[in-house]
């Protein structure tokens, strides 16, 4: 759906964000406590993320480990 599109939205954020910041220098850098939150977010979503990954690959693998083909089996 957004072939081609990822990379150049992805700058344009990010280029946004500079843009933001640069104009607004005197806001606030998070502090200790919200980095170590946000942090725990992403560990948690990273955990999420795999546990879904794996029992979709279960459940679409009918075969062996390092078998090509099922019927060898």
Do not use: C
């Amino acid at each position: 759906m957004f072939k081609g599109y990822k990379t150049v939205a992805f700058n344009v954020l990010m280029s946004l964000v500079t843009i933001i910041t640069m104009f607004n220098p005197g806001s606030e850098l998070p502090d200790a406590e919200t980095v170590q939150g946000g942090i725990n977010a992403v560990e948690a979503a990273v955990v999420a993320v795999w546990t879904v990954g794996n029992l979709i690959l279960r459940a679409v693998t009918d075969s062996p480990i390092f078998k090509k083909d099922s019927t060898n089996a």
